[in-house]
């Protein structure tokens, strides 16, 4: 059997992070992962998505 089991993916994700936030942050998010209904990793992605503009060049 192979090692590697479940769905394949296009875009695997093995960059882990870890973040602290603060209760208004945190509550911020919350409310937009309740609204869009999505997970707070995927708020989060979105979130860095659209950071992307702001980078200089």
Same mark, same amino acid.
């Given at each position: 059997?192979?090692?590697?089991t479940?769905?394949?993916? @296009? ?12 209760? =208004?942050? =945190? =509550? ?12 707070k990793?995927e ?10 503009? @702001?980078?200089?060049?």
């Amino acid at each position: 059997m192979s090692p590697r089991t479940g769905r394949p993916t @296009d875009n695997p994700k093995g960059v882990p992070i870890h973040v602290r936030l603060d209760k =208004e942050s =945190e =509550e911020i998010l919350t409310a937009y992962c309740n609204q869009e209904k999505v997970s707070k990793m995927e708020a989060a992605r979105r979130g860095i998505k659209k950071l992307k503009s @702001d980078i200089k060049k």
